[in-house]
């Protein structure tokens, strides 16, 4: 077995030597989870910010699904979006099988359960504070919900990044739909999935290693705007 | 001050989406339902290119096990099918899924095993009294176990040598559920004898001290076919550029490509298009 | 519009019509009855302060009469009209403990005129002289939730204040403050009453009731005990339970002998 150290100069050589493969391997992982995760947002958010600020019969039961959803087995997406997008599928005339298109779809399907369900909380704690204020202000539902959303919103980077979190480090639903086609669909995770699959082993943990520094970057970014914002009180 | 944090951090998103984006969308290509192994043998980065710089066309590989590549392709999700399963391939063109069935090239299936070799294979060619062998010592043996060519021909082989291996599942009999990677990444880490086919064995990065025990059966030859999927069945099949492939893989071209592929100077694939 | 928030020079209006009032007025908890049949009026101008011992149901009284929750039985008339949201908007309440919005100051100030659809020229307007009155002009651009208690309240006031309501809820609005914050408080309550805005505050301090108030309303396990002027029940109350509160005793109906705390 190779050395850690040995894995970390392969991972080192790998970002220092801008391989365009790799580039291109990263930033398609990038706009996949980020596409994804902005839309699982646009989705969520709403969604969760519904549920969290109003009392409606079977609540209870949204909730339980939606914390339930959160659990998806990625393969189980991955096949469904197959299924769906496949060319005998009731979508299949649109062609997006083994395009990034694809991956976005079931990743979003992944990642929304999570953004909805975590907003749905955050915002019932916020609801809680506001909701005697917002009702003397006069305040109607649509300005509660968009009102609780921009208040909530360093809390809700959080969430953000726990989907982001979900998509970037997800392998099973993109390879079904993606196909891991070299220089279409392949990105960080199936590529990993390829080199070990290869016995390129210390290839592909050097691949994970990036992926890592890159969720690394990206949590010390939101988090950094996050601690501003706790000093103004603002979370 | 903080909203324009949120506005810098939204911007930074949309910018990486943008810079990410593709690079002109490639419309004229055609999508090949293929096997692992042929993707891990590294033949298909030497072969396209090739291919594309000649007619223009790319060619988008999804590498899945034969079962697999097979289903997809009958759901119409794939222009081409290049797998290693006769008998399976048959039955496609048999069900109308696919044109015309034509053999590329060979490879052979060996079986590796751990330098112990407890059940005493190696150097032996005559891949019955192996498996007998193998049997009957009980020594652990990792199969794919998913409906692949190799598992398939794994299985005939097996038949041949009249060792039941559904009794020693579980047992000495262990299958891994998983591509060819993954099983000799699984097998070689619990000793265990493997049937794979050469170019994987070749072009495999986590050999340890495996070496081949046993080779050179005919028995053990793998045929590979291509096909072109049915266009009259599934109408999005891109039957011209798709049958261009196939002609040039067939060619005198095409076949001298993949003789010259090789790997630390041995030859991993035999051409034999009639 | 805007003067009115500036303008100290009129109003004590001439006629006593009602405002707000309340008949029958109860409300259910948990099998408990805790506000029992109060009837009340509110009159236009006046400043009525609500009294009792903790737990009586003052805070519960004043956010049934603002239509926070909503009573088990009886009914409250605005302006002889139903309670409705039109009537919610030309009311507003400050808290005990101000709710601040993740925003800053001045957010804080626009949003209650957003939710009012006050836009543009008039809202920058009306958000200035909100800031002056409540002397925060330079903390405008401050997350609100960095300000101390009493730059909090002062804010929570503004933001009552900046949509000219007819009636203005106070729940306490100084149990938590220091004096001299207290002070700016009661200072702006003064200056919402020469604007014309009908005050009714719940307090624990008899020296801000006389201080501020008109009418006195004292409250005792969810009903009325006694009713009017401040001055009057401050200083000869008739009920016993005003009587031992105000003395700084512990009222119990059942036994006579009521302890000196």
Not at chain 1, 95 to 111: E, K, S
Not at chain 1, 160 to 175: D, K, N, Q, T
């Amino acid at each position: 077995m190779d050395s850690f150290s040995g894995i970390l100069m392969e991972a080192i050589e790998l970002i220092l030597s801008w391989d365009s493969d790799v580039i291109e391997i990263i930033m398609l992982s990038l706009r996949v989870t980020l596409c994804a995760v902005l839309l699982a947002c646009v989705i969520g958010l709403p969604l969760g910010a519904i549920v969290g600020a109003f009392r409606f019969p079977m609540r209870t039961g949204v909730v339980v699904v939606m914390n339930t959803l959160m659990g998806l087995p990625p393969v189980v997406v991955g096949l469904l979006v197959y299924l769906m997008l496949s060319a005998s599928g009731p979508m299949g005339v649109l062609g997006l099988l083994y395009t990034p298109t694809a991956m976005i779809i079931a990743q979003t399907i992944l990642v929304t359960p999570i953004v909805a369900a975590l907003t749905r909380q955050v915002i019932e704690d916020l609801n809680l504070e506001y909701s005697e204020q917002f009702a003397s202000l006069g305040v109607r539902p649509i300005e509660r919900i968009f009102a609780l959303l921009w208040d909530a919103r360093y809390s809700l980077l959080t969430v953000a990044l726990a989907g982001f979190g979900r998509a970037v480090a997800e392998v099973g639903a993109v390879i079904i739909v993606g196909g891991n086609i070299n220089h279409v669909t392949r990105v960080m995770t199936t590529t990993i999935a390829l080199e070990t699959s290869k016995g390129n082993l210390q290839l592909a943990l050097a691949l994970g290693l990036i992926l890592l520094l890159i969720a690394v970057v990206v949590n010390i970014l939101l988090m950094a705007i996050r601690g501003t914002a706790a000093r103004a009180a603002y979370v | 001050m903080f909203r324009r944090n949120f506005i810098a951090l939204a911007t930074a998103g949309l910018f990486a989406l943008g810079v990410a984006g593709p690079a002109a969308a490639q419309d004229d290509f055609i999508i090949v339902q293929s096997t692992t192994s042929t993707q891990n043998s590294g033949l298909f980065d030497y072969m396209l290119p090739m291919f594309q710089k000649e007619t223009g066309i790319e060619v988008r590989v999804v590498a899945v096990g034969t079962g697999q590549a097979i289903k997809n392709a009958a759901n119409g999700d794939g222009d081409v099918l290049f797998v290693h399963a006769k008998a399976s391939e048959e039955q496609f063109v048999a069900d109308g899924d696919g044109v015309e069935r034509s053999d590329v090239m060979y490879n052979d299936f060996v079986i590796v095993g751990p330098p112990s070799d407890p059940a005493g294979v190696a150097g032996m060619s005559d891949v019955a009294a192996a498996m007998v062998k193998i049997s009957d010592a009980g020594a652990a043996f990792a199969s794919r176990g998913d409906d692949s060519g190799t598992h398939k021909a794994e299985l005939r082989l097996w038949k041949d040598a009249g060792v039941d291996v559904a009794a020693a599942s579980g047992g000495w009999y262990r299958e891994t559920g998983s591509g060819m990677g993954g099983t000799l990444n699984t097998g070689t880490g619990m000793d265990a004898y493997i049937m794979t086919d050469r170019a994987t064995w070749i072009s495999f990065g986590n050999k340890g001290d495996y070496q081949i025990a046993v080779e050179g059966d005919a028995k053990m030859f793998n045929q590979y076919g291509i096909i072109l999927v049915n266009p009259e069945k599934h109408s999005n099949v891109k039957a011209e550029q798709g049958q261009k492939f196939i002609d040039w893989v067939l060619s005198e071209a095409g076949q001298a490509v993949i003789a010259d592929y090789k790997i630390d100077g041995q030859q991993l694939f035999f051409p034999n298009a009639k | 519009m805007s003067e009115a928030l500036i303008d100290i020079t009129n109003h004590k209006p001439a006629a006593r019509e009602t405002l707000l009032s309340a008949q029958g007025l109860c409300f259910d908890a948990r099998g408990q009855r805790l506000i029992d049949s109060v009837n009340l009026e509110v009159a236009t101008g006046r400043c009525t302060v609500i009294m009792g011992a903790n737990g009586s149901g003052k805070s519960l009284l004043l956010r049934l009469l603002h239509g926070l929750i909503t009573p088990s039985a009886g009914t409250i008339n605005w302006r002889g009209g139903s309670l409705d949201h039109v009537a919610r908007l030309q009311q507003a309440m400050v808290f005990q403990r101000p709710v601040m919005l993740r925003r800053s100051v001045a957010a804080n100030l626009r949003f209650a005129l957003k939710v009012r659809g006050v836009h543009g020229a008039e809202r920058k307007t009306r958000e200035a002289e909100a800031l002056a009155l409540a002397k925060l002009e330079n903390l405008k651009d401050k997350p609100a939730r960095v300000l101390s208690g009493g730059e909090q309240q002062r804010l929570a006031m503004a933001r009552a204040l900046i949509s000219t309501p007819a009636l203005l809820f106070l729940d306490e609005p100084t149990a938590s403050l220091d004096p001299a914050s207290s002070l700016a408080i009661e200072r702006l309550i003064e200056t919402a009453r020469e604007n014309g805005t009908t005050i009714v505050l719940v307090t624990h301090d008899a020296g801000q009731a006389r201080r501020l108030g008109d009418d006195l309303l004292f409250l005792h396990n969810g009903q009325i005990a006694e009713a009017g002027p401040v001055t009057r029940i401050l200083e000869a109350p008739q009920s016993e339970a005003a009587q031992a509160w105000l003395g700084g005793r512990i009222f119990v109906p059942d036994n006579p002998k009521s302890e000196t705390i």
